[in-house]
């Protein structure tokens, strides 16, 4: 009896793995379905596995365990979910999936984020796994709004090294190289921009976790964004598009749309452009300044957006008295981080770039600016009110299976 039960058990998890990965390639598979089709389709599915699973002859809790596995593969919160993910942890109390689950159940209520923090370090105080130390760093994060300044440092901080130990511990872990992604972007926002060092390691992460098999549209959201503050926009856009694939949601079609209007523009410009040679001789650490000819600057996408008309030589600002090369005039884009709703650059402007990243966007250079209070406008610094530190709310699922929880700006 045991062992044709344990057989019944595996042949249920795999069932719900390959709803999972139907479900996370939903749209690839029917590119005509809405969300409400996904929903419905998953819902039928996760009840089916989840009937199946409660109606066998098991007293050992694993069926309620598989029977909330189940139901959790659904976007909604469901009762019978977590009365089934309860009794699988008083009947296992020592297995991390089962706090891990009825955690993921409990977050969908959305209304106690401190209750799943509490379930997860039960789970760690039975066994340290490294889902359980990615999820417990997730609901971490979950709760930064109702702490104080100072708790929340410290909270910040307990979750970033929670994700770290994670991958630490399994670097297969995909859900931890996730976790410590998030909890990377989140400490890059919170820190004022100042460690690009860890928008490098987020990015980094992100790359992990799915090369280790997380396909969710939270985890290609938080790359985009990611991307897009390095100003590799045709990354950003590809990610964006791949969010799109696994999720319908309006908030991830207005900025898909804004973003290939965006794009489109730029190559646009490009296509007007006469290109020139100053890619190939710009010192990187001579100031470029240039006349604008071009601007794209919508006030909910980041980074704004110049075309010069530049004149810049390759000399270099420390060495003022070494021979320059000749002058040489060519487009250029440049990527303004940062920028408030009060900042007008209008065609015509004259500006001084002393600082940048020099990249490349199409056959044009893109120079990387992380604060308009650098720059000068018709021989004048640009008043402080130009400037407006980004803050962004990064998309935290509590488990691979679930929707956010609360997530909070950085």
Known sequence: ???????RFVELENKIDNVKQDRDRYFVLHPRAT??????????????????AISLDDTTGMKYLIGGMAL?????????????LSSSVRLLPSDPRAWNELGQCISKRGDDASLVRSLLTSS????????????????????LSSLSPDEAVIARTQSLALARESVELDECCGEGWMSLANALLSAFFFDGQKN???LDESIDAYEKALNRGVEQSDLHLNLSTALRYQCHLEKSLAHLEKAYASERSNEIIDQLVEFQSILKRMDEWIDEAEEGTIHSHLNPTAPVTGTIIKVCSPPSFTPSLLLLSS???????????????PSSSSPIIVALLNCSSSLSLLVGDSISIPSYQLLQYSSLPLLRVTSPSTLLRNGRSLRDSSFAMASVSIQSPALPFSRPLPSSSS
Do not use: F, G
Not at 313 to 323: A, E, L, N
């Open 35 to 52: 969300e409400k089709d996904k929903n419905e389709e998953i819902s039928v599915l996760a009840d089916a596995i989840y009937n199946e």
């Open 72 to 84: 959790n593969l659904t976007q909604q919160y469901d009762h019978r979910c977590e009365e089934a």
């Open 311 to 325: 004149s810049t030589s390759t000399s270099s600002p420390s060495s003022p008295s070494s021979p320059s090369s």
């Open 1 to 7: 009896m045991y062992d044709t039960s344990l057989n």
């Open 196 to 198: 690009s060092m860890a």
């Open 124 to 143: 760690l105080s039975l066994s340290r796994s490294p889902q359980t130390l990615a999820l417990l760093s997730i609901s971490i994060r979950a709760t």
